[in-house]
Each structure stands twice: as structure tokens, then as C-alpha cells.
């Protein structure tokens, strides 16, 4: 199975791409499905939807793809008008008609110690008729980043394909092997299969795109003040680290502190995300702020900004992404935060070297560094929400991934440990990891932060 890099990056809306965008996918794709005779539908969430859900926002995600909202495009005033249809007029309304009873509280199910038998993410929907018979049902999973499966475990609604690409590959020696052949950059590798699906002047723009809906994220949220939402009473901290940062570079131009800046940049995206803004998934809404923030570090603090670069670093994070995908998991649920995390900061180590003139051999030694720093990162969000430690986890996957690049950018790019075999290693922690650390808010800081302290 290939796939292509827009589906690794794609908009949607926050707080969750497993919890959130996968889910308002997967009702989407059910709406399209319902019988003529549908009265009334239910949502039944499975395992980690269940557990955190309701701090993820997964009953709205629900309503929102029940009301045909897509997260690549819904609007605040959208999300508002569904939530208020539902909530306050028990009712589900699509193409500007009412169509369906819907009562939230009663037809959105969390069955907290129940599973579905693929993956911790599962969901099913079920359709009634007017005399309360079940009609229609189809289940789904959220496999972390957005994607979606249905009950067999094929994707959903994805560029994915079995098309024949020029360069296929499933493990990072298979890619470099590639670009040995060919004599070619992995961008430039990665190009050339992205245009099995589109035209030139397509991917480029919507590479383009990705960027600007990934630097609008970081903008708003060093501009935009306030407490997020959930209950933690968590106030946004990169409006006034940005203000400071500012002041300091006006007075001293010639210090540039690259640890503050990355951190700002990606708290910055997160608490966008936290908020349920319009993020870029890279690889996932939980990692969102760490690929952002590298590339805007480079852009506005060591190099002027070029297409070129910004397409570069996209398709090689995009291509060690996909290497995760396949090879491994994208899913905390299922692996912890090393698959979110942890592939971010791999992902942005790799694209940094890559358009810093690394070799090949530099750049797989970068992602690999990326990752092997972060093996073992557990999902333990406190009140299940994405902010604590989500929102700081992210800095630290920036500075991480910048360190991992100047690493591998000061030695020749051999190393003893491959990507692939971090990739395994990484997948195989995460079986071996207990549940209560892999996204149930169960165990670790979720714990312990409600625990007293002798």
C-alpha cells in the first residue's frame, strides 16, 4: 500500500487526529451511507475513544461528520450551529434540513471496558428506522493521524492506493536503495511517486498549502490569549513568551536563543490544537506544533523563506513518516506517545538535514536519533485532555529534532543503529507497553496529578 504525503498532512481541527478527526471522518463516511428510512442513528465509542473521548472532544467530532462536516474545511460557525442543533434541539441537520432525532447524552455510547478487536480506536454507528429497527451498521477505527479503517481494517477515504508508484518502498533501506539508483535526493524520490496521484502544479500547491495552514497555526496562537478549554483552567503561555522573545531580540539582534524560539513556535501550534483550531496533522494533532516549528525556526532565524526548501522538507518528513505508518504505528492509543511524539521529532530531524545539504545516509541517521530519544514516551494526558504534558512535549520534540540534525549533520552518516530498526524497536515497545500509558488517561501524569502528596 503506498501513501501519499497530503494524506499525512492534512487540516483538520483540533484537539485530537485520533480522537477527533478520525471520528468526524468516520461519521461522515456512515452519513453518506444511511438508508432513506433512517430516523435515527447511534455512535457506540470503543476502548481509548471511550476513556478520553470526552476530553478529546469525540461526542462533537461525531456530531460534526453527522451533520456532513469535514474537519479540512468546517468552520466555528459551522461546529456552533451543529453543536446547538444537537445539544439544545435533540435533532441532526444536513444540507440545511432536519433529518434526524439525536440526542448526544443518550445516542454517543462510551463503553469504557469494551474493545473492538483491531485496535483501541474503534467506533460503530447504527441506523433505525421509525420503528425502532436497526437497519444499517458499519464500525470504523481511528488508526491515528486521521486515518480511518473500516471493521476489516481497509482504509477509508484516503489517497491510499495500490497504485504502482516508480519508487516503491516499505522500510528506509528500500528508500535508499531508491535514491542510490537513481541518484536523486528523497524529496526528489518522493516527488516523483506523489505524481502518481496528482499533477505537478497540484502538489506543489497543495505542499504549499500545507505550510501556510501549518505557519496560520503558529501565527494565531502566538497572537491569541486566553485559557483553553476542558477544566484545567490552562492559560496560553506563547502570546507572552512571543512578546518577550521580541523585546529581547530588539534590544540584543544579535542573540538569537534557538531554544525559546523553538519552544514558542510549537506551544504556540498546540494550544491551537488544544483549543480545537484548524491544525496541520503532522503526523498527528497531538505532535502537531513539532514540524511547524522546526521549518518556521529555519525560515525566520537561519535561512530566507523559498518554496523550494519548504517543499523539500515537507516530502522528506513526509517520506520517514509513511516509513512509520507502514513499519509501525502513528497511534498512541495503541503505541503511546513515541508514536506521535516521538515520529515528529523523527520526522523533522530528517527534513532539517535534508535542507541543510545532509546526505541520504545523514538524513536517515537524523530521524533514526529522532526516535530513539523518545522510545518508551508514554500518553498519559491529564483529565484527558491534549494539554498536559501534551503542549510542552511538543517544544521538546523541537529541540530534540533540531539537536538530532546538527548530530547527524557532524559526523559522515554512519551509524550502528538503521531507521528501520529503531522503526521495530519503537512498534515493539509499544506492545510491551501497559494499556493505562498508551492514551486511557489511566495511569502516569494523569494519575499522579489527582494524587495528594505526602
Known amino acids: 500500500m503506498a501513501h501519499s504525503v497530503l494524506d499525512l498532512f492534512s487540516i483538520g481541527i483540533g484537539p485530537s487526529s485520533s480522537h477527533t478527526v478520525g471520528p468526524m471522518r468516520a461519521a461522515w463516511q456512515f452519513l453518506q451511507s444511511l438508508p432513506p428510512d433512517t430516523s435515527r442513528v447511534i455512535c457506540e ?6 476513556l478520553t473521548g470526552r476530553g478529546h472532544g469525540t461526542q462533537n467530532a461525531i456530531i460534526f461528520g453527522l451533520s456532513g462536516l469535514r474537519p479540512e474545511t468546517v468552520t466555528p460557525s459551522e461546529q456552533a450551529a451543529a453543536i446547538t442543533q444537537a445539544y439544545h434541539h435533540q435533532q441532526l441537520s444536513y444540507d440545511d434540513r432536519t433529518f434526524l432525532t439525536f440526542s448526544p447524552d443518550k445516542d454517543i455510547v462510551f463503553l469504557t471496558s469494551e474493545l473492538m478487536p483491531l485496535h483501541a480506536n474503534g467506533l460503530m454507528f447504527k441506523a433505525y428506522n421509525a420503528h425502532n429497527e436497526e437497519i444499517h451498521s458499519q464500525g470504523y477505527y481511528s ?4 486515518f480511518i479503517c473500516d471493521e476489516s481494517g481497509t482504509p477509508v477515504g ?13 522500510s528506509a533501506a ?16 518522493i516527488w516523483q511517486n506523489e505524481r502518481c496521484w496528482r499533477s505537478e502544479s497540484d502538489l506543489k500547491q497543495g505542499l504549499l498549502e500545507v505550510w501556510n495552514a501549518m505557519n496560520n497555526s503558529i501565527e494565531s496562537g502566538l497572537h491569541t490569549e486566553g485559557v483553553l478549554p476542558g477544566g484545567l483552567a490552562v492559560k496560553r503561555r506563547a502570546p507572552k513568551l512571543f512578546e518577550a522573545l521580541v523585546k529581547t531580540k530588539q534590544a540584543q539582534p544579535v542573540k538569537t536563543d534557538i531554544l525559546d524560539w523553538l519552544s514558542v513556535y510549537a506551544m504556540a501550534v498546540n494550544e491551537e490544537n488544544a483549543a480545537g483550531g484548524k491544525v496541520v496533522t503532522a503526523p498527528t494533532n497531538g505532535a502537531a506544533g513539532i514540524i511547524p516549528a522546526v521549518l518556521k525556526y529555519y525560515i525566520e532565524h537561519l535561512a530566507p523563506r523559498q518554496e523550494q526548501t519548504i517543499i523539500d522538507y515537507l516530502l522528506t518528513a513526509g517520506a520517514i513518516g509513511i516509513l512509520y505508518k507502514e513499519g509501525a504505528s502513528l497511534s498512541a492509543a495503541e503505541v503511546g506517545c513515541q508514536g506521535e511524539v516521538g515520529v515528529a521529532c523523527s520526522m523533522a530531524a530528517g527534513a532539517l538535514t535534508a535542507i541543510q545539504g545532509g546526505s541520504i545516509w545523514q538524513v536517515e541517521n537524523a530521524a533514526e536519533i529522532g526516535m530513539e530519544h523518545n522510545l518508551g514516551l508514554t500518553c498519559d494526558p491529564v483529565g484527558g485532555l491534549v494539554q498536559i504534558p501534551c503542549i510542552e512535549r511538543n517544544t521538546m520534540g523541537a529541540v530534540k529534532a533540531v539537536n538530532a ?5 557532524n559526523s559522515d552518516g554512519r551509524h550502528v543503529v538503521s531507521l528501520d530498526k529503531v522503526i521495530a524497536t519503537m512498534m515493539r515497545t509499544g506492545k510491551d507497553m501497559q494499556h493505562q500509558y498508551k492514551e486511557t488517561s489511566l495511569g502516569g501524569l494523569a494519575i499522579q496529578v489527582n494524587t495528594p502528596e505526602c
Open 45 to 50: 465509542l470503543y476502548g481509548s475513544l471511550a
Open 143 to 146: 488508526v491515528g493521524g486521521g
Open 158 to 170: 484516503s489517497d491510499s492506493t495500490s497504485a504502482d508508484c516508480p519508487f516503491p518502498f516499505c
Open 174 to 189: 528500500e528508500l535508499i536503495k531508491h535514491c542510490r539508483q537513481a541518484q536523486c535526493s528523497i524529496s526528489q524520490l
Open 405 to 409: 540534525a546538527r548530530l547527524a549533520l
